[in-house]
């Protein structure tokens, strides 16, 4: 049986911006990513001293779904079943180098623990489920731009299969100070209708 | 030994990111895993890794760990007795 889908909230990280439906929820004005990241966790009022063990990658998509989830209704049990289906560019470089640094000298050899546990993207979801109880089916794939049709196939699919009934999409890319988060919450019931068009138009929107 | 103490805090908050903690904060008998700085399991592998390049120690027990990494005050009474930096 078909089941029509909908985005129940959507959340943009760019630019020391951060949006919440298309309305700015913060604005910094930092000049470089880790004290943006560090002032939002702050200005967010959020309390949990982990964020600041994560790498880059991990805080921007911790970030993300903290104002989605934050902003939305679901209980903790039904928080259980999110499922989380994440795409990114860059994967992990960004740590991947700062590991590479620390092995690259065999007479200086510290490979860091708290570095290479990073050296995945899909720690992302780690984090994100780690810090919601959630328990559901989840997906990081790497892909050079973001690819609407391929998440809204997976949602569909979990949502179909009663994998799942709501699912957290997007896109989490931190690179060399660059960073862009897009994340929208997909459900059968929800604010907005869904559509790729819809998704391109607020994947690109300011 | 006060000076390798402060120097521990230091390094403890800088290298596992203890964003919260100030070196007033840690008491030199404090407990370091569990109900005091809450460190986990990862940053007992990065105090491993501290050790070695800092002081030049390899700590192979994972028993010994457990005890060397109790408290400051042990910490540091175990590094000048097996320092080789």
């Known amino acids: ?206 | 030994m006060e000076a390798l103490k402060q120097e521990l805090k230091e390094n403890i908050i800088e290298q596992l990111n203890l964003e919260d903690f100030n070196v007033e904060d840690i008491a030199d008998g404090d407990t370091l895993f569990g109900d005091g700085l809450g460190l986990d399991s990862i940053d007992a592998l990065e105090l491993i890794v501290m050790l070695d390049k800092d002081y030049g120690i390899k700590l192979t027990d994972p028993k010994e760990g457990k005890t060397v990494f109790s408290s400051i005050e042990v910490l540091a009474t175990y590094i000048t007795e097996h320092r080789k930096k």
């Open chain 1, 1 to 206: 049986m078909s089941k029509k889908l909908h985005i129940q909230n959507y959340c943009k990280i760019i630019d020391g911006k951060i949006t919440l439906n298309g309305k700015v929820i913060y604005e910094d004005d930092s000049n470089d990513s880790k004290s943006f990241l560090k002032n939002t966790y702050k200005n967010l009022k959020i309390e949990y001293p982990k964020f600041f063990k994560m790498d880059n990658l991990c805080k921007l998509a911790f970030l993300a779904s903290e104002v989605l989830l934050e902003h939305s209704s679901i209980d903790s049990k039904a928080k259980e079943d999110i499922a989380i289906v994440l795409s990114n560019k860059s994967s992990s470089l960004d740590t991947d180098r700062k590991h590479q640094e620390t092995i690259n000298d065999k007479g200086n050899y510290y490979p860091s623990p708290a570095n290479f546990v990073y050296t995945l993207p899909n720690i992302a979801i780690g984090e994100i489920s780690i810090r919601h109880q959630i328990k559901g089916e989840n997906a990081f794939f790497v892909s050079n731009t973001f690819n609407e049709k391929l998440l809204e196939q997976y949602a569909i699919s979990l949502i179909q299969n009663e994998k799942s009934n709501q699912i957290l999409c997007g896109w989490v890319d931190f690179d060399d100070e660059k960073y862009h988060a897009f994340m929208y919450l997909v459900a059968e019931e929800g604010e907005y209708k869904y559509s790729q068009e819809f998704i391109n138009k607020i994947y690109n929107e300011n």
